[in-house]
Nanobody, 115 residues
């Protein structure tokens, strides 16, 4: 079993920054892919960023150039640095990890961007 715990959400004005963290209960060296998803009120959950085991990243078009995903395997943590935030970035942000061929989700952290 893997537990993922997100933190770092909060209320920020448009143009501001936040850094989300996802702490894993296992050594993240053993987790191949990890990802950040978000779900805005009344909308489906969508992929924000994926990071592979060696750090290769892929981003949704809506966040390219503004968000950066990174991982620190020594701390068993994945990060999402979010800059130039927009009101449309508001939502619950979830961490996901593929461990042993099975996907695991965190419980999410809320990001609210005011205009």
């Amino acid at each position: 079993q893997v537990q993922l715990v997100e933190s770092g959400g909060g209320l920020v004005q448009a143009g501001g920054s936040l850094r989300l963290s996802c702490a894993a209960s296992v050594n993240t060296n053993s987790i191949n892919q990890m990802a950040w998803y978000r779900q805005a009120p009344g909308k489906q959950r969508e992929l924000v960023a994926i990071i592979g085991s060696v750090g290769a990243t892929t981003y949704a078009d809506s966040v390219k150039g503004r968000f950066t995903c990174s991982r620190d395997n020594a701390k068993n943590t994945v990060y999402l640095q979010m800059n130039n935030l927009k009101p449309e970035d508001t939502g619950d942000y979830y961490c996901w990890g593929n461990w042993g061929g099975r996907g695991y989700w965190g419980k999410g952290t809320l990001v609210t961007v005011s205009s």
